[in-house]
């Protein structure tokens, strides 16, 4: 990997060993390292996990909010509904959410949600281009939250958080 990136090893070795550690890739002694795929039982777990830890994200971050902050949310949702390609829609959608918990003074929190939503980014992405219905309940929800942080309703923000997170689970 390092020949074929031409850098040195030691960029290469760590970002293996912060795969591994959020579980994406399991290194074996013989077989050296392997991409762990994330089932559905995993993308459950994992969002399950994001609905207990969300809430005090965005109790945090509202505390801390500015107009700044949700313009520049306002923007990243405006790139998404442009049709810049899937690529596109995936990071402004990661850009959006991330932007939206910033403020919180919390780095170990907003750190362990980036992680978890970078584990399921491939099911999630998949799931949602799939199913176009889907795609147009996450782009209403991403604009009732965005109203809810500019409002400062909480309660509103965390209800549209759960369902939101459910988004790639529905039947």
Do not use: C
Request: proline content about 4%; cysteine-free.
């Amino acid at each position: 990997i390092a020949v074929e990136l031409e850098v040195s090893k030691t960029p290469v070795r760590e970002a293996l060993r912060e795969l591994s550690q959020e579980g994406l890739v399991q290194f074996d002694a013989y077989r050296g390292g392997t991409v762990n795929a994330v089932t559905e039982t995993d993308v459950r777990e994992i969002i399950s996990i994001r609905q207990a830890l969300e809430p005090m994200a965005i109790r945090e971050a509202m505390e801390h909010m500015t107009p700044d902050i949700l313009d520049r949310a306002g923007q990243a949702l405006e790139r998404m509904n442009l049709g810049a390609g899937w690529h596109g829609w995936v990071e402004d959608n990661r850009a959006f959410h991330n932007l939206l918990y910033s403020p919180s003074p919390s780095r170990r929190l907003i750190a362990m949600i980036e992680s978890l939503q970078n584990s399921t980014v491939m099911f999630v992405s998949n799931a949602l281009e799939s199913h176009p219905d889907r795609l147009s309940n996450a782009e209403v929800e991403h604009r009732e939250l965005l109203e809810a942080f500019r409002s400062g309703d909480v309660g509103r923000a965390i209800a549209i958080t759960f369902d939101h997170l459910a988004i790639p689970l529905q039947g």
